[in-house]
């Protein structure tokens, strides 16, 4: 208990996640009643709110979490919260999804994009109908959003996981990533800033063979992880800065007896990747809390819908247990930050793998 209590505390102070502990904290402030005052909402004015979130796909446990996470929040302000992923990880599918939702006149779409240009139209469509559209997770482009909520500095995650694979395979030697989509938004801006870390001249000796994609489908991931072992025989390390990847290869390194012999790390739920963190096949990884992602998501949906803020840097933003955090510059648009990304190993996962 007293591990647990520790843990817990040190994550708050790494990460001010306060509900990454899993306790249930009363110093909620966002009064529903001061978010209900204006209505700026689109068409439903008379029925109860409507806010929505459209994830990648389904079949992802962490969008699973990130979607409770928004739907906890929009009824801890008494509202109705819609939860939407398509089968497949497609723009395409999230259009239709999105038309859907245009139809149904809801008052908020939060997005996890496919694509960072092609659901543009569609947003447009939205917002003209007086629609709050905010992105999370996975950005679209500037244009297609009011603001996007970002889980972590993108630049930390992707130069920090070049750092640990190197680190892992003693500084020299080949490595490849396992990403999702080649259209991800958030995965593709991993990369680049991973590519970017590995121009010092101090990797002269560590060489990237190869960016392969599993879609954030399991057994495309497994394949995906199985041809890099068959295509790059000295192969030493393993990149997924996604949760499904990082499974996938760590059930392929593990069937294949690969321990110690190639590396993994990446971004990885606890619960999904403690059996490889505990056996040394991903000696660590990083995360943050996804569930947390979606409950900032859901009270800046509500911060658009009635008006307290318009998306503009310098806005803020209270967060029910998350607390306050404010509107920032990102690119064209704005952003708005939830924490850092906090690193498990084999010394925290026991602690971590029930919450998420
Ligand atoms: C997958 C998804 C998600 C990403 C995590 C790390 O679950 O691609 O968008 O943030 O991995």
Excluded at 144 to 169: C, F, K, W, Y
């Amino acid at each position: 208990m007293k591990k647990i209590l520790i843990t817990c505390l040190t994550a708050v102070l790494l990460m001010t996640l306060v509900s990454a502990c899993g306790g249930k904290n009363s110093n909620n402030d966002a009064s529903p009643a001061a978010s209900k005052s204006s209505d700026a909402g689109s068409a439903d004015a008379g029925g109860k709110k409507k806010f929505a979130i459209i994830f990648k796909n389904t079949g992802n446990p962490y969008g699973e979490k990130e979607m409770e996470g928004y739907k906890k929040a929009i009824e801890e302000l008494g509202y109705e919260a819609i939860l939407k992923a398509p089968d497949q990880p497609t723009a395409e599918a999230q259009i239709t999804m999105i038309d859907e939702l245009i139809s149904q006149k809801v008052n908020a779409i939060a997005m996890v994009g496919n694509d960072p240009d092609a659901l543009q139209p569609a947003l447009e469509k939205a917002m003209k109908a007086g629609i709050k559209v905010l992105s999370l997770d996975s950005a679209v482009n500037a244009k297609s959003r009011l603001v996007h909520i970002n889980q972590a500095d993108p630049e930390r995650i992707g130069r920090t996981l070049i750092q640990g694979v190197v680190e892992m395979i003693g500084g020299s030697g080949e490595i490849a990533i396992l990403s999702a989509t080649s259209q991800a938004t958030n995965q593709n801006l991993w990369i680049e800033w991973m590519k970017k870390e590995l121009e010092d001249p101090k990797y002269k000796d560590v060489k990237l063979v190869k960016v392969a994609y599993g879609d954030d489908l399991r057994d495309k991931s497994v394949s995906e992880a199985e041809a890099l072992l068959k295509s790059y025989p000295n192969l030493k390390g393993i990149i997924a800065p996604t949760t499904v990847g990082i499974a996938a290869a760590g059930k392929v390194l593990t069937d294949k007896g690969l321990k110690g012999k190639v590396q993994l790390t990446g971004l990885g739920l606890p619960s999904e990747m403690a059996e490889y963190i505990e056996s040394g096949i991903c000696p660590w990884m990083y995360l943050w809390n996804p569930i947390d992602v979606g409950y900032l998501a859901g009270y800046v949906a509500d911060a658009l819908v009635n008006g307290s803020i318009t998306g503009k840097v310098g806005d803020k933003v209270t967060a029910g247990t998350i607390g306050e955090r404010e509107v920032i510059q990102d690119g064209e648009g704005t952003q708005i930050m939830l924490g850092d990304p906090f690193k498990f190993d084999a010394s925290n996962i026991a602690e971590w793998k029930s919450v998420y």
